[in-house]
């Protein structure tokens, strides 16, 4: 594929942000939107992109933005607002306006990356919000629009895998619903970036919608097991009724571990429903990437097997921790360590590392009272 000029929406999100890397070491010119530019100087590749102001609430932001990054091909819309109050309206309003946008600068494909779309009855506010977004996208006579639908991504850094990662790490014994049976196609974050490059591509993909998914099913069940035994914990499963209300559920959830409340709420909603690939999957029009698509063992392998996390266009591998992902992310014996870090002599440093020694329940407890603390020593 040729040279494109590509805007990336999202651009310090945890995959927007793999994704720039990626695309620039393809060869393409690509422009970072965000809110706020200055945030971009944490990331690795800050000094080879074009940043542009560019917030999805505000028309005349979109319109500026497109209006000084001159000539666009694709544009890739990877922002939502899943986690924050009113986000479902918020989204389509913002879906709405940039398209608009994309239409009047003569951009010729929007990527755009969702969630799988159950049939199987009422949606959750969310995944109901990631169709309409799609909606929102397609204006006649606009940009043609590719959407992809995934559903839990692998990888350090991951809301979903986060959340996976930290029950595994917290409970003993762990609850399980009976939605923890419903089956899911996981994907890997190392073949997200592939499909996503690939629909950039309209000799490779045309316009229409596809769900990506890797190239085994598994339950929430299974994942949570494949997770403790690459971290090589003893957990034990404890099912319960399906009594309380997943909304209420989502609550608890988003307190009892440092994912934010409202995204883990949001996310657990969707769990009620099987989360499987439709018939339409990219696989179809797309060779599998050299070497093939990632099991799902082998990308939960590579999400807990980086140490230090380094900038993302440094990573030796996707699936592993960036320096600019959420503060929140990468476990409690990283928190504990990198907060430790700042007040231990460097001699002493190396020391930190008996934190990876701590059980995951005890370490979770420290990190807690540790975030509680800070909480009040800045308030």
Known sequence: MKSLRILVTGATGYVGSRLVARLLDAGHDVVAATRDPEKLGRFGWCDRVTAVAL????????????GVSGQIDVVYYLVHGIGQPGFRERDNTAAASLAAAAKAAGVKRIVYLGGFVPDDGALSEHLAGR?????????????????????????????????????GDRFWLIPLPPWADHDIDPISIRDVLYYLLAAADPAVVPAGSYDIAGPGRTTYRQLLSTYVDAVGS????????????????????????????????????????????????????????????????????????????LPVDKLADPHHLADSDPIWAGGDALRLRRVASTVTPAVARPALGLFDSVPGPLAGVLRTGLDLLLTKVHT
């Open 55 to 66: 917030d999805a609430a505000d028309p005349s932001s979109i319109d500026s933005a497109f």
């Open 131 to 167: 169709a309409e977004v799609a909606g929102a996208l397609s204006v006649e006579g606009g940009p043609e629009l590719v959407w992809l639908g995934a559903a839990v991504i692998i990888g350090a850094g991951s809301t979903s895998f986060e959340m996976v990662r930290y029950v």
């Open 234 to 309: 003893l957990r034990a499963g404890l099912p319960v009724r399906d009594i309380v209300p997943l909304g209420v559920v989502g609550r608890v959830a988003g307190a009892a571990v440092p994912v934010p409340t409202g995204l883990a709420a949001d996310l657990i909603e969707s769990l009620d429903h099987p989360m499987t690939a439709s018939d339409t999957v990219l696989r179809d029009h797309v060779p599998d990437p050299p070497g093939g698509l990632t099991s799902i063992e082998d990308a939960v392998a590579a999400a807990v097997a980086n140490g230090r996390p």
